[in-house]
């Protein structure tokens, strides 16, 4: 009966594909990346080992390990050293994803007011889900991180980050998985609008706070009308303050 092992490199032998020397590293990269978007491997699978791989692509083992150290670094696969160690395939958290959006706003021309936009679409879109399901586990999470907030704000300060949390709380309580990976992913853009808006307004964590506790009030209650109208002051006049400078 054939192993694990033999049965796993019979179902890979014939995914890999010869790349080309000039920039063989890149098109292993590529190529996997491609197998795991058509789900053909799926987190968790082992990839083969360092000298198969290297006669599939027909490059050098050097080659390969370089390749899967990119892999590494984004988040595709796990690196495991001994006798049941290798490569396999995981998928990337939504805190490394954020940091990509994070690049990929700084790199381009997307304005804060584009952002204040999208958070809008996003976060209000997703309050009728957060008003079914929420938990009383969700309520109370969510009421500690006020909780937090009226603390800091006691001692003079209230760090942003606090209502970046809070915000990727929120998306948690649909307990949709798609959803809250969206809010955390979100949640470094949500972090460098809302430090550039308190630069110019210091004071907006007190406003900011006491509409975070209105909002669990309302989601309690199960009152969606209330929480959508709390909400959307709330986003609105972040977006403002961005779009006019004020």
Same mark, same amino acid.
């Given at each position: 009966?054939?192993?694990?092992?033999?049965?796993?490199?019979?179902?890979?032998?014939?995914?890999?594909?010869?790349?080309?020397?000039?920039?063989?590293?890149?098109?292993?990269?590529?190529?996997?990346?491609?197998?795991?978007?058509?789900?053909?491997?799926?987190?968790?699978?082992?990839?083969?080992?360092?000298?198969?791989?290297?006669?599939?692509?027909?490059?050098?083992?050097?080659?390969?390990?370089?390749?899967?150290?990119?892999?590494?670094?984004?988040?595709?696969?796990?690196?495991?050293?001994?006798?049941?160690?290798?490569?396999?395939?995981?998928?990337?958290?939504?805190?490394?994803?954020?940091?990509? @959006?994070? %690049? !990929? +706003?700084?790199?381009?021309?997307?304005? $804060?007011?584009?952002? *204040?936009?999208?958070?809008?679409?996003?976060? #209000?879109?997703?309050?009728?889900?957060?008003?079914?399901?929420?938990?009383?586990?969700? @309520?109370? %999470? !969510? +009421?500690?991180?006020?909780?937090?907030? $009226?603390?800091?704000? *006691?001692?003079?300060?209230?760090?942003?980050? #606090?209502?970046?949390?809070?915000?990727?709380?929120?998306?948690?309580?649909?307990?949709?998985?798609?959803?809250?990976?969206?809010?955390?992913?979100?949640?470094?853009?949500?972090?460098?609008?809302?430090?550039?808006?308190?630069?110019?307004?210091?004071?907006?964590?007190?406003?900011?706070?006491?509409?975070?506790?209105?909002?669990?009030?309302?989601?309690?209650?199960?009152?969606?009308?209330?929480?959508?109208?709390?909400?959307?002051?709330?986003?609105?006049?972040?977006?403002?303050?961005?779009?006019?400078?004020?």
């Amino acid at each position: 009966m054939a192993t694990d092992d033999t049965a796993a490199r019979a179902t890979t032998h014939d995914m890999f594909n010869r790349v080309n020397p000039g920039r063989a590293s890149e098109l292993i990269v590529e190529q996997i990346r491609l197998l795991v978007r058509s789900g053909q491997l799926k987190p968790g699978d082992r990839l083969p080992a360092e000298r198969e791989l290297a006669e599939r692509f027909g490059v050098s083992r050097v080659t390969v390990r370089e390749a899967l150290r990119g892999l590494e670094a984004n988040g595709m696969v796990a690196i495991k050293v001994g006798a049941h160690g290798g490569a396999f395939v995981t998928a990337p958290t939504s805190a490394r994803v954020g940091e990509g @959006i994070i %690049d !990929l +706003l700084s790199l381009s021309e997307v304005t $804060d007011t584009e952002i *204040a936009e999208a958070r809008q679409v996003l976060e #209000l879109g997703i309050i009728p889900l957060v008003c079914e399901r929420a938990t009383e586990q969700d @309520i109370a %999470d !969510l +009421l500690e991180i006020c909780d937090r907030g $009226d603390e800091a704000l *006691a001692k003079g300060t209230y760090p942003v980050a #606090l209502s970046a949390e809070f915000h990727s709380r929120v998306g948690h309580a649909t307990h949709n998985a798609a959803i809250a990976m969206l809010t955390d992913s979100f949640s470094g853009p949500t972090l460098r609008l809302l430090q550039h808006v308190k630069n110019d307004h210091p004071e907006m964590g007190i406003r900011g706070n006491r509409e975070h506790r209105r909002f669990v009030t309302a989601i309690k209650n199960r009152d969606l009308d209330k929480a959508i109208t709390v909400m959307q002051t709330h986003l609105g006049r972040t977006a403002r303050r961005v779009s006019k400078g004020k």
